[in-house]
């Protein structure tokens, strides 16, 4: 079974300034997908950016860049330039294809003023 | 992106009572839907996975009598919680499964907050 992992609860972040959300994952699958979804108070879950495994280089989407490390199953999100609108929980996922979905525990991330 | 629409937003029922709850994708098929179950301040739980003219897979320690999943059209699948308890207050979602290969994902619904008393 697929286990995702969010190693921090909590994390905060100054407007304007970078931050890096860590997520590893287990698996033995060698095809599948990997994807960031922000959950921002009012819980409807919005796609941040998606990975397929067998891409070498990282997903960017504007100002949010993915670290995708295969060998060592890791896939970090970097959000830069933090915007208040980005206070939001954030959760980890994995899916093989064409099959479900595996969420992490997520990540409380507050930006500050 | 997508769009996926639920119905409805809010509900509160007496215990005992059957709701159900509708998701829909608003401008693509989906032969295939989700649904996740989410406690406060906790992650989605799978419950199942709805399928377009066949039975829903449930996840294990899913009531399959209890929570009755029909996937009769591409764009529509319901969720009916039957005899709700207390219990069973949560927040429900629903996502739909679009693309193919890599370009593969899944959106979701804005969710329904399901209170029993």
């Known amino acids: 079974a697929q286990t995702v992992t969010q190693s921090q609860p909590e994390m905060s972040v100054q407007e304007a300034e970078t931050v890096t959300l860590s997520c590893t994952y287990d698996?033995?699958?060698?095809?599948?997908?990997l994807f960031w979804y922000k959950q921002p108070p009012s819980r409807q879950m919005i796609l941040v950016i998606r990975q397929e495994a067998y891409k070498q280089q990282n997903a960017t989407e504007n100002r949010f860049s993915v670290n995708f490390q295969k060998a060592a199953k890791s896939f970090s999100l970097k959000i830069s330039d933090s915007q208040l609108g980005d206070t939001a929980m954030y959760f980890c996922?994995?899916?093989?294809?064409?099959?479900?979905?595996?969420f992490g525990a997520g990540t409380r991330l507050t930006v500050k003023p | 992106g997508a769009v996926v629409s639920q119905h409805p937003s809010w509900v509160i029922c007496k215990s005992g009572t059957s709701v159900k709850i509708e998701c829909r994708s608003l401008d693509f098929q989906a032969t295939t839907m989700f649904w996740y179950r989410q406690f406060p301040k906790q992650s989605l739980m799978l419950m199942a996975t709805s399928n377009e003219g066949s039975k829903a897979t449930y996840e294990q320690g899913v009531e399959k009598d209890k929570f009755l999943i029909n996937h009769a059209s591409l764009t529509l699948s319901t969720l009916t919680v039957t005899s709700a308890h207390p219990e069973d207050s949560s927040f429900y979602i629903c996502s739909a499964r679009v693309g193919r290969g890599n370009l593969e994902t899944q959106y979701f619904g804005p969710g329904t907050r399901l209170l029993v008393l």
């Open positions: 698996t033995s699958e060698n095809n599948y997908y």
């Open positions: 996922a994995f899916m093989k294809r064409t099959n479900d979905m595996r």
